[in-house]
């Protein structure tokens, strides 16, 4: 403490200044304020601790130079310590915390981190342009620590155009090619098909909204479910309810069901009003329903609650031509369809020169086009339960060996690219009905019976058939 004496001028004795030294700094003012002099006291603080020495580790390398996608890169961070070698590494938050980086960025690798080596390397070549910051805790062999100011790494897009994507891989399954009949679809009709074309039974597929018709057949029998709003079965004789129709099924080894097919042109008609109604969530409940009747009698039956595969069949529509949205509105889900199918008949309206399946994806809301896609992006099979080419129904001969082989083609291109199967069945199988004369009654349409015997002969050597 310093402390300065103003003396009055009143005053002639001067303290004792050895005795002031001796007394605390508080009973010093007060003593000489009490004797009336004028004390000014001035308290020198006391001089700055020094500045702690640096830290004996130094980092070397201030900036990581930049990287490019696909050029090869390598950098460096170099650190010395006066107090010993560099013993490790790591990499941390701002606050020191260790952080976990298994790689600088895709592509590059450290070299060092997390080890004891005196640098830190980044090698490799980038794959993915990007930038991402770190931090890194330095520690040398006396324990002495480092956390660095943070490094910026940085990844630019590489100049070069990226090359193609492979192709993607095939299809891990292998679907199957059945071909059958659908009208008149009995075992004495599919045997005829079978001699023709030197099917197996297991090849050959057949359709029929009569349950017992099918009794006997050892090949897949697909069942058409005509009821649909109305509980009682009574356009297929049965005059049963969705559960006595899923038990015949499974007495009589059917486990395809041909759902309201032709919904959205009248067959069935109390499926067709809630098309003409515009009523789409109503037919989705009600379709779902169905199958949750069907799945119950599976259980019961101790099969697993998925032994039913219903087929989702609409007709291919007049309005909205190349567009399926509105028939695409009623489709019930991935969950309730196994098979997405068209009937598919040759229009005689159809240019000369124009194939029947670039006419339909054209002119109709429900195409093969259409049915192919929804099939595809859902991992369902396809079917064609209704294929027919007729002929003097419209007053003609029709002979069309091409296009029984577009129909053939257009499965198994489907089967090759999804690994799933489909079902193509001909309507009226050598079988006249009243004036028409319709897909394979020999002879008006004798070329049709030789595409499909001559496809059928091919198709033995791929494996596609059973």
């Not at 004996?56 to 010993?84: E, R």
């Amino acid at each position: 403490m310093d402390i300065q004496i103003t003396v009055p001028s009143q005053v002639i004795s001067v303290p004792d200044t050895d005795l002031l030294a001796k007394m605390p700094e508080t009973d010093v003012v007060s003593y000489l304020t009490g004797k009336g002099y004028t004390v000014t006291k001035t308290v020198t603080p006391p001089p700055p601790p020094p500045p702690p020495p640096p830290p004996p580790i130094t980092i070397a390398t201030k900036v990581l130079p930049a990287a490019k996608v696909g050029v090869a890169y390598s950098a460096s961070l170099d650190a010395t310590s006066k107090a010993g070698a560099i013993t490790s590494w790591r990499t941390v938050d701002p606050n020191g915390a260790l952080l976990d980086y298994p790689t600088p960025a895709p592509g590059l690798a450290w070299g060092g981190v997390n080890s004891q080596v005196p640098g830190l390397t980044i090698t490799g070549t980038p794959t993915v342009a990007g930038s991402t910051t770190f931090r890194f805790k330095v520690t040398d062999a006396a324990g002495n620590t480092l956390i660095t100011d943070p490094f910026t790494l940085a990844v630019a897009a590489s100049d070069m155009v990226p090359p193609p994507p492979p192709p993607p891989p095939p299809p891990s399954g292998k679907g199957k090619l059945y071909i059958g009949s659908s009208w008149p679809s009995n075992p004495a009709t599919a045997a005829k098909l079978m001699a023709m074309h030197g099917l197996t039974p297991a090849q050959c597929c057949i359709i029929n909204k009569y349950i017992g018709s099918m009794s006997g057949w050892a090949g897949p029998k697909i069942f058409g479910q005509w009821n649909f709003q109305s509980t009682k079965d009574t356009a297929n004789g049965t005059g049963k309810d969705f559960a006595g129709n899923a038990q015949d099924c499974i007495n009589a080894g059917i486990d395809l069901i041909r759902l309201a097919w032709e919904f959205n042109t009248g067959n069935p008609a109390d499926a067709y009003s809630y098309f003409t109604g515009k009523n789409p969530t109503g037919f989705k409940d009600r379709w779902k329903y169905i199958v949750s009747e069907y799945s119950r009698v599976a259980v019961a039956n101790g099969l697993p609650a998925d032994h039913f595969k219903f087929i989702f069949n609409p007709d291919k529509g007049t309005w909205s031509p190349g567009n399926p949205q509105p028939i695409l509105d009623f489709y019930p889900g991935k969950d309730y369809v196994s098979m997405v199918a068209m009937d598919f008949y040759t229009d005689r309206a159809a240019p000369a020169g124009q194939g029947q399946i670039d006419y339909y994806n054209k002119n109709y809301a429900w195409s093969p086009k259409a049915m192919i896609d929804l099939a595809t992006a859902n991992g369902h099979d396809i079917g064609i339960p209704e294929w027919s080419n007729r002929g003097d129904q419209y007053g003609e001969p029709f002979s069309d060996g091409a296009f029984i082989g577009a129909i053939v083609d257009l499965a198994t291109k489907f089967i090759a690219a999804t690994g799933k199967n489909a079902y193509l069945a001909c309507w009226d199988y050598m079988y006249p009905t009243q004036n028409n004369l319709w897909v394979f009654h020999a002879p008006v349409n004798q070329a049709s019976i030789d595409a499909l015997t001559a496809k059928i002969a091919s198709l033995k050597t791929s494996g596609m058939l059973v």
